[in-house]
């Protein structure tokens, strides 16, 4: 009797189980290799399930409902991407860091467009050049929020304050340094 397997057509690796082909061309080939079934009853491709593939369809979509997708930046250049292996994992890079990127820029939106862009700009290049893009994207997103935070209920404390010797922030500081949080 023998072994079903499956097969990447892109690397010609085989594996015992679907799930472990699958999760081989998602993370090796960001899902753009076909798995391939040796199985006797109808062969199986999994193309129909391919993101790769999907997204062309998508296109089309986005074509025919006359949504623009080109490079506004180059004319010479037709579109934004092409759809090969390369441009689809700049999709899915864009997709993780679009979620912080929109958060920084809200966070941002009452300072000068200049300055929104240089940070905004210089935090998505730093974020790129880390082992985890998304986290430091996120840690630039969370210390603005601290920054902004802090600020706040300083502002509040000032409101309150009869003859305090610190200023807000330093003794907004010092009670979260002698909290239960801060201890643990």
Not at 11 to 27: D, T, Y
Not at 123 to 150: T, W, Y
Request: aromatic share 10%.
């Amino acid at each position: 009797m023998k072994k079903n397997f499956y097969k990447c057509n892109g690397c010609e690796r085989k594996f015992g189980r679907k799930w472990n082909a699958l999760r081989h061309s998602r993370s090796i080939h960001s899902s753009a290799s076909e798995i391939i079934s040796n199985n006797i009853k109808p062969k199986t491709s999994y193309i129909s399930n391919n993101k790769y593939n999907r997204f062309q369809k998508k296109f089309d979509i986005l074509n025919k409902a006359g949504i623009e997708i080109y490079n506004e930046y180059d004319e010479n250049m037709s579109d934004i991407f092409d759809i090969d292996e390369k441009d689809f994992k700049i999709i899915k890079i864009i997709d993780q860091l679009i979620k912080p990127f929109t958060e920084l820029e809200d966070l941002l939106s009452r300072t000068d467009p200049k300055t929104r862009a240089f940070v905004l700009t210089r935090s998505f290049d730093q974020s790129l050049r880390s082992l985890n893009p998304v986290e430091a994207m996120n840690e630039m997103v969370e210390l603005l929020c601290s920054i902004k935070g802090i600020k706040k209920i300083a502002k509040y404390r000032s409101m309150i304050a009869t003859t305090s010797s610190l200023d807000p922030i330093l003794e907004t500081k010092e009670k979260i340094k002698n909290s239960y949080l801060f201890g643990r």
